[in-house]
């Protein structure tokens, strides 16, 4: 490794939010290590350097973590073991002696949370608070970006929400907050930001909004919990995915996920999209990319 080995280290980069946040760091000059499970996959920017690790792998992590000051930590796929896999590699940066680490978290982290795998994030978080390592957690609400894929072959989004509320973000607004943050991440040690579009909305609204915008008419069914882990039986999946899945819901209807924020505004100077206006993007991208 030589000494101009770019300091600021992005993980994530084959994936849709890494990936977002690797180009505009690109598009803007910044160089970067590109830390990456698969070399191959890897996006071909300027200035980025490709290492190879994962996140349980300690050794891949050191050698690919040694001189890095700033890391861009995306969480890892949902797996019955991630917390394990990113205590792993907290416990790499610490190791290597990297100094900021920027974490994806989700709304409302805590031990609590209703959504199973937001409690995951709190263990997360906790384990780098642990180290003392200056940290900057992005609490990301539920993606807009996954509106579409919540529909049902019927027409219909089904889970427990009830009229709960959620202030849904699209990734292109996280990435572009993240980006912000990492090239200044002094001005934003050991801050905890909730990452939320510009309102809150219940199932309801998210249903009619995609009817409007996309011409194909959704409707909502308010499933109660049991109807919910009935109908997702069909998928075979286990306890924990299932869980995860039916929580997601049951959290909107608990309002755990209403808070609006004006993060995203504030540290970028321009607010977050709506779902009209995400799905409107969407449809001018005559490539059909998701950026
Ligand atoms: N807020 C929400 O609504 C929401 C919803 C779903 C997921 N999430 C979380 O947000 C994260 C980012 O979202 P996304 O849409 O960008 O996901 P994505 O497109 O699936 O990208 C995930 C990235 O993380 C990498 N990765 C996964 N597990 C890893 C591991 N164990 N070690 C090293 N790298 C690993 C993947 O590498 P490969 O290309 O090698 O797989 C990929 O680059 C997800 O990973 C998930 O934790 C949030």
């Not at 930001?193 to 915008?213: H, N, W």
């Not at 286990?238 to 209807?253: C, F, G, K, L």
Request: with cysteine.
């Amino acid at each position: 490794m030589t000494d101009d080995t770019p300091s600021l280290a992005v993980t994530g980069a084959t994936g849709v939010l890494g990936g977002l946040v690797a180009r505009t760091l690109a598009d803007l000059g910044i160089a970067q290590r590109l830390l990456v499970r698969t070399v191959a996959k890897a996006p071909a920017l300027a200035r980025a350097v490709v290492f190879p690790f994962s996140y349980a792998d300690r050794a891949a992590s050191e050698r690919a973590l040694a001189g890095v000051e700033t890391l861009f930590m995306v969480s890892a796929s949902e797996s019955v073991d991630r917390v394990r896999q990113h205590c792993a590699f907290v416990d790499s940066a610490r190791a290597a002696g990297v100094k900021h680490i920027v974490y994806t978290s989700f709304i409302g982290a805590s031990p609590a949370s209703t959504f199973t795998l937001a409690r995951d994030h709190y263990a997360t978080e906790a384990h780098i608070r642990a180290t003392g390592i200056d940290h900057t957690f992005l609490r990301d609400s539920i993606y807009t970006d996954f509106m579409q894929a919540m529909v049902g072959d019927d027409g219909a989004i089904r889970g427990p929400a009830g009229d709960g509320r959620v202030a849904i973000v699209a990734r292109r607004d996280i990435a572009r907050t993240a980006a912000s943050v990492l090239q200044n991440a002094a001005a934003h040690v050991n801050a905890t930001y909730d990452l939320t579009g510009p309102e809150a909305v219940t199932m309801t609204d998210v249903a009619a909004t995609l009817s409007r915008c996309t011409g194909r008419p959704v409707t909502f069914y308010d499933e109660t919990i049991p109807e919910a882990y009935e109908s997702r039986k069909k998928w075979n999946a286990p306890d924990w995915q299932t869980e995860a899945w039916v929580s997601t819901y049951a959290a909107i209807a608990t309002g755990e996920l209403s808070i609006v924020s004006g993060t995203v505004l504030a540290i970028t100077g321009r607010p977050p999209m709506s779902l009209a206006q995400f799905l409107a993007s969407e449809g001018m991208q005559s490539d059909g990319v998701t950026r």
